[in-house]
Nanobody, 118 residues
Framework: QVQVAESGGGLVQPGGSLRLSCAAS????????MRWYRQAPGKERELVGA?????????ISANSVKGRFTISRDNAKNTVYLQMNSLTPEDTGMYYC??????????WGKGTLVTVSS
């Protein structure tokens, strides 16, 4: 059974940093890509960025986080990270990741909550 689990969320002050993790397990297909999304209260879910697992090539899609967020991965652990710096209250929300397998199936985690507040 495929499992995708995010962790690392919490309460942080404005200007602070957090590193989120997303671990995938239980799959028989190769992980092609992992993506981070977020959903602020009252807003639609948006794509933060993605990483191609084999090459490590990553991209940040959300303009509001470019230059502050980066994505990396640990192939051996089937884990992807979202490093978030210079956090603002506008970064508050649920952060989700999904895994795109070579079988073209997509699996979502349940999310981790990030709250940026003083």
């Amino acid at each position: 059974q495929v499992q995708v689990a995010e962790s690392g969320g919490g309460l942080v002050q404005p200007g602070g940093s957090l590193r989120l993790s997303c671990a995938a397990s239980g799959f028989t297909s190769t992980v092609d890509m992992m993506r981070w999304y977020r959903q602020a209260p009252g807003k639609e879910r948006e794509l933060v960025g993605a990483i191609i697992f084999r090459s490590g090539l990553s991209t940040i899609s959300a303009n509001s986080v470019k230059g502050r967020f980066t994505i990396s991965r640990d192939n051996a652990k089937n884990t992807v990270y979202l490093q978030m710096n210079s956090l603002t209250p506008e970064d508050t929300g649920m952060y989700y990741c999904n895994t795109v397998l070579s079988s073209s199936t997509i699996h979502w985690g349940k999310g981790t909550l990030v709250t940026v507040s003083s």
